[in-house]
């Protein structure tokens, strides 16, 4: 059954700043209606996450399992695999994937908050290698590990980052391309100034970010963020001449243009994460709504009802997104508003 769900413009903040750069998007409005609920997840769903292949294949992570959606069959996501029969040789292990990335219909990369990367091939699941496989670290009265947060892929090379400023590539396999200001530093005492939540860019201009912002590619340095942009940078996405920062809370999306940052857009979607997607624009999601942004196009939309996105994702004039809800955990889709459309 179709719900009518009425989006509302959220006040955004331009700071003269962003007057004198044509580069910045300016929000807009957008209404849309007609929500479906395709498969309604169980009530104690807390970790979802959506990634969408460059064909239009969805993979849908709900807690320990990971569905997936052809583009043939746009209503149908079956099971693809579960953490589950992997999980249970390893320690320590989180029964949950944090962010996805689909790198094609049958190739899934996954990072969960612990030390490891999965990866599955279309037929399995396993674990990959990496330098940090066995990061665990007793720390006098506390165990500690190096926590990889964020994957992606940018030109030819596989990216990953972790906490401890800890920056892992793959071409053939995976090694270790960065570690904090001072690598000497032990990881019991390393500063979470140093801590890399996510990963985005392109693979010439490329960002890792958490409370602060390091530029990767072309030369590896410590950007100085601004004061009046504090909060957690959960996301980073390339839009041609600019790159956004999504912050958590308070929630803003910070821009840079390779010479300066600027805060873009202000409100009350507490941006828990985002995603480039395959038409190119920046979608990103959290309590209260949704936020795109797609060259000078970009909109600020929150339902009355569908409170929380705990994911989402655009495919063939749909958004597909994750609402939890406080009894209740529904995948939903709804058409492009027509602002999104351009």
């Not at 960065?178 to 860019?201: I, M």
């Amino acid at each position: 059954m179709a719900v009518r769900l009425k989006l509302l413009l959220l006040a955004s903040l331009i700071l003269p700043a962003c007057n004198d750069n044509p580069a910045a998007p300016e929000f807009n409005e957008a209404t849309i209606s007609e929500v479906e609920v395709l498969r309604r997840l169980s009530p104690a769903t807390w970790s979802a996450a959506i990634a969408a292949a460059p064909n239009g294949t969805l993979f849908l992570s709900v807690i320990d399992t990971v569905f997936r959606s052809l583009p043939s069959s746009p209503h149908r996501f079956d099971v693809a695999f579960t953490m589950e029969s992997e999980c249970a040789s390893t320690f320590p292990c989180f029964l949950h994937f944090g962010k996805l990335f689909a790198a094609a219909p049958d190739t899934l990369y996954a990072v969960n908050g612990s030390s490891q990367i999965w990866h599955w091939d279309g037929a399995a699941l396993r674990r990959l290698p990496t330098p940090l496989s066995d990061s665990t670290y007793s720390c006098y009265d506390f165990i500690t590990s190096a926590s990889i947060s964020d994957i992606g892929r940018f030109g030819s090379e596989l990216i990953a980052v972790a906490s401890h400023g800890y920056v892992l590539t793959r071409t053939d396999e995976w090694k270790l391309d960065y570690h904090g200001r001072d690598p000497r530093v032990s990881v019991c005492y390393a500063d979470y100034e140093d801590d890399l939540a996510a990963v985005g860019g392109t693979a010439a201009r490329l960002f890792a970010a958490e409370f602060e912002i390091l530029q990767l590619r072309p030369a590896i340095r410590w950007l100085n963020r601004p004061k009046q942009s504090p909060g957690l940078i959960t996301t980073i996405v390339d839009q041609g001449p600019i790159v956004l920062f999504g912050v958590y809370e308070p929630a803003h999306i910070l821009v840079y243009n390779g010479s300066r940052f600027w805060i873009q857009w202000t409100g009350t979607i507490t941006i828990s994460d985002g995603r480039k997607q395959p038409d190119g624009s920046a979608l990103f999601w959290g309590r209260g709504g949704l936020i795109r942004v797609h060259g000078q196009d970009a909109s600020v939309i929150r339902g009355d009802r569908y409170q929380t996105f705990a994911a989402a994702a655009i495919r063939d004039g749909y958004v597909y997104a994750v609402d939890l809800q406080p009894d209740s955990a529904r995948l939903i889709r709804f058409p492009l508003p027509p602002a999104w459309k351009r």
